[in-house]
């Protein structure tokens, strides 16, 4: 299948010599779209921005909390929606969620509404590559690429078959456990990223645990860039706003860039 | 009761949503129970600590005195007399011989009432492996003294403190800790959910209870099957159990759910815990809370071969109140001087109401647990009654 709009985005920013800088935030928690286009300003290639989910089983604490405040807040789907739909980021933007909420809407509406949202792509931890068939239908159908997981433990056939059929980039997920800051990442997360660069030509973007500039660049010298979740959540969780998460953003940006 | 297909689908329900990182422990496990099961040398062990160290056989026991009253002949398959007090112990110890054999030392649990959690810190005392527990901040305070026997078994228990800090939370917080520590750790699940095997291999695990049961009451009713076979349903394990000794009998299945977490009566199919089912959601498939006064099935799931029966109409499912069940709870206790944990006093609640239109008829009930943890819960509500 040919790169869609978000990998040629992330092939191009690579190919001009640029580390790639991933912010997760969560949809519906305070003023977030003020926040995706201050991370995307602070220089983003692209924005991950969770639908919360109820049984969140992949995040941790710091994730949940905040998929928890912004469902008490009313956020659903479509306020997600809605809310992208009314600003621009100026980025290539994906959604991350769980899949019931794309089965109880239904894969095709699900995919078409994101579409015409904005959304370029689709992370869904939960569905392995045996259980996509359906969403993957609708979402290729609807122009939305669905990034799939590898993880430290992935054999090498699973490996090679999740770079194969992963769409805009490759989601190496640096450790075993759940989403959250951590003050080490160890030589699990580079010899992932080796595997997965050695596998395919796409983006391989690491994720999991990366909180910090040091960390960043540790974790983008054997990928093609770094996701960056918990640390700006408890960021938001703690009230910092759009001018913090932008100075957070910046920061790692400028020690990507310095590298 | 067959196997599910090699995507581990009951029908359209079942499968195995896991994050990656899970699914070579998924693919591992398939493999080493399958091959488990077909070793006799498995079995065989296996059946000797069900003798020796569960107490297996558990008995058929006719109610006299209860048939009497409601007109219907009720016998009771007396899960309740296994060690730790309930069916679980079927399931946690053939889980816990696989863990030995895949060669890992630790075991991770999630509980509702306490007793899959007794039964798994049970297991590991006995094998000598680390256990954690993780158990939904209300029932530990709902289910103390379950709670002081796993910490006295050695096990660590520990709260779950999100979402409705029931069952539900339990299996995230057990899950999340499956993915961080799965190459060492063996994740005990309680019950025929979450991700293939789980739903199929935790059947055959309890399907020694159903093939006993079958036997008994043929030898009982001169060679015939009970009219009516019925068990409470949470998650489902003890009716998987019992249904699978009598799924190819005429017998009626009957699954009993509480009123507040009925997600075969209520739900509609939905995606959690690693597992396509009928699930209780909202509007938008957030996953809502259930309420019952049991704790032990307080879950807005179902295992999905339960499902597939609901589908198909080989079972059928419906749900009781709490008043329903704390009227069961009492009559059980007094007229057969038997006290059912408060998950089985569901299946009794549903024969009793619906013993007018079971009139003549025999009915097998799954007593899958007694009341001793439910006790000192009941004294609080029926104490200015007695």
New interface residues.
């Given amino acids: 299948m040919d790169p869609g709009p978000l990998e040629v985005h992330l092939r191009a920013r690579r190919e001009a010599g640029a580390k790639l800088l991933v912010p997760y935030l969560t949809g519906g928690l305070g003023n977030w779209t003020e926040v995706v286009r201050a991370v995307a300003d602070a220089g983003a290639d692209t924005v991950e921005i969770g639908i919360p989910f109820s049984d969140p089983v992949m995040d941790g604490p710091t994730i949940q909390a905040a998929s928890e405040r912004a469902l008490a807040e009313g956020t659903t789907p479509e306020t997600v929606f809605s809310g992208l739909r009314g600003i621009d980021a100026g980025v290539p933007v994906l959604a991350m969620t769980y899949y019931n909420l794309v089965f109880h809407m239904g894969d095709e509406r699900f995919a078409g509404e994101m579409a015409e949202a904005g959304f370029s792509g689709m992370i869904l931890p939960d569905v392995p590559m045996e259980e996509q068939g359906p969403w993957r239908a609708a979402a290729d159908e609807a122009g939305i690429e669905t990034v799939l997981l590898a993880g430290p433990i992935t054999p090498d056939d699973r490996l090679q078959a999740v770079c194969d059929r992963s769409r805009g980039y490759v989601y190496g997920v640096n450790l075993m456990g759940v989403t959250g800051e951590r003050a080490s990442l160890g030589e699990q997360a580079a010899r992932l990223a080796g595997r997965l660069k050695a596998a395919t030509d796409k983006p391989v973007l690491m994720g999991f645990g990366v909180s910090t500039p040091e960390q960043a660049v540790e974790v983008a010298e054997v990928s093609d860039g770094v996701i960056v979740g918990t640390a700006l959540v408890r960021r938001l969780l703690d009230g910092g706003g759009a001018d913090e998460a932008h100075r957070f953003i910046s920061d790692l940006r400028r020690a990507l860039d310095d590298t | 009761m067959g196997e599910p297909d090699a ?1 581990g689908r009951f029908g359209r329900f079942g ?7 899970l ?2 422990a998924c693919i591992e496990l398939d493999a080493a129970f399958r091959d488990a099961w077909a070793d006799p040398e498995f079995r065989s062990e296996l059946d000797g600590l069900l003798t020796d160290y569960a107490g297996r056989p558990s008995p058929l026991t006719e109610c006299h005195r209860l048939s009497a009253e409601l007109g219907v002949r009720v016998l009771l398959k007396r899960e309740d007399l296994n060690h730790t007090g309930s069916h679980k112990i079927n399931n946690v110890l053939g889980q816990a011989l696989l863990t030995k054999r895949m060669g890992k030392k630790r075991l991770v649990a999630e509980t509702g009432a306490g007793q899959h959690g007794v039964a798994t810190a049970t297991a590991a005392a006995l094998m000598g492996f680390e256990c954690t527990v993780y158990m939904g901040e209300v029932d530990m305070e709902r289910q103390k003294l379950n709670v002081f026997r796993m910490r006295l078994l050695g096990a660590e228990v520990k709260p779950a403190s ?2 409705s800090r029931t069952l ?2 339990a299996v ?1 917080e057990a ?2 800790d499956w ?5 060492t750790s063996h994740y005990c699940l309680g019950s025929v959910m979450g991700p293939h095997p789980y739903p199929w291999m935790v059947r055959e695990l309890h399907r020694v209870l159903g093939a006993e049961a079958r036997e008994q009451s043929r030898t009982l009713l001169g060679g015939s099957d009970p009219d009516v076979v019925v068990a409470c349903v949470g998650g489902g394990s003890n009716a998987a159990g019992i249904f699978s000794g009598f799924a190819d009998t005429t017998a009626e299945l009957v699954g009993v759910e509480p009123a507040g977490g009925a997600a075969v009566g209520a739900g ?7 597992m ?1 089912s009928f ?1 209780m ?1 909202d509007e ?4 809502e809370e259930a309420h019952s006064i049991s704790a032990g099935l307080d879950y807005p799931g179902v295992g999905p071969e339960h499902a597939h029966l609901a589908d198909t109409g080989r079972a059928t499912y419906h749900p009781v109140t709490d008043d329903e069940v704390i009227n069961a709870f009492q009559v059980l206790s007094r007229t057969e001087g038997i006290i059912p944990a408060l998950e089985p006093a569901h299946a009794l609640a549903w024969v009793i109401r619906e013993a007018p239109a079971l009139a003549g008829r025999t009915v097998l009930v799954n007593l899958s647990g007694r009341g001793d943890k439910d006790v000192a819960q009941m004294m609080d509500i029926l104490e200015d009654k007695l």
Wanted: charged share 15%; aromatic share 6%; net charge neutral.
């Fill in positions: 995507g499968g195995r949503f896991v994050p990656e990182t699914m070579p999100s979402g539900k939370d995230n899950m999340r993915v961080a520590t799965v190459e509609v199919p939905g995606v959690v815990h690693g396509a699930l959601q938008w498939g957030q996953v």
